[in-house]
Every structure is written in structure tokens, then in C-alpha cells.
């Protein structure tokens, strides 16, 4: 997660709203396209919080969210502080992780309804 903590920080540096929506999408997109272990890794990490905590360890779970805040926090200001935009942002960024986990490919139909920055081809470059 820190990994993609950094990704976010460091393509939205001196940008907001619009434009650091799109910086970010075109970041985590170009991440995804050249390490999808990534991804992999963190949809795992996510499962894996409920699996120790039914087994009694919440220590893993407590430090799992507390990275998702982090994360949160790192797309919320650059997005105004706006709840809603943080929202929608991260809502997409977990349709992508399960889209790519799931494997469709970059011309199905089912990323049509993305924003094109969120879209696995015809990323828009800032």
C-alpha cells in the first residue's frame, strides 16, 4: 500500500481537483500495466484482515486501515478535501482492482464506463 501511497503523493504534487484526478489515474494505470503484482498483493492484503481477524488478530487489521487512511488521505487533499471526489476516486480504483484481477482485457466493453484516465488504454497524459 505504501507503494501506491507514493504513487498518488508524488503524481499529484502542486496539482488539485481535475488535474490531480487525472495525474493519479494515469499514475496508478501505468502501475497496474507494469506491475500488476502489485495489485495482486494489496486485493490479498485486503482479503486477508478479515481471515486473521476471525482468527483473533486484530493487530493486522488495525495496521491495514490505518494504510487505507493514509491512502485516503493522500488522494483526499489533492481532491479539494472533497468526500464525495475522495469517494468516487477510490470507489473507481477498487472496480479497477477487481476488473484486472479478474483479468479483462483492456478492450472489453466493460471499461467503457470509466473516465478515460481510470481506462487501461487511451489514458489521458497530462
Not at 506491475?35 to 484482515?49: K, T
Not at 491495514?64 to 468516487?88: F, I, N, Q, S
Amino acid at each position: 500500500m505504501e507503494d501506491t501511497i507514493r504513487t498518488f503523493a508524488e503524481a499529484s504534487e502542486g496539482l488539485e481537483g481535475e488535474e490531480a484526478l487525472h495525474a493519479m489515474g494515469n499514475a496508478y494505470t501505468k502501475v497496474i500495466e507494469e506491475h500488476p503484482e502489485r495489485l495482486l498483493m494489496q486485493m490479498q492484503m485486503y482479503v486477508a484482515v478479515k481471515a486473521a481477524e476471525e482468527e483473533g488478530d486484530h493487530e493486522f487489521g488495525e495496521s491495514v486501515r490505518a494504510g487505507w487512511m493514509r491512502l485516503w488521505d493522500t488522494v483526499h487533499v489533492p481532491l479539494g478535501a472533497d468526500v464525495g471526489e475522495t469517494t468516487v476516486f477510490m470507489a473507481y480504483g477498487m472496480l479497477i482492482n477487481c476488473l484486472v484481477a479478474m483479468g479483462f482485457p483492456a478492450d472489453h466493453r466493460v471499461w467503457e464506463g470509466m473516465y478515460p484516465s481510470a481506462r487501461r488504454t487511451g489514458r489521458l497524459e497530462h
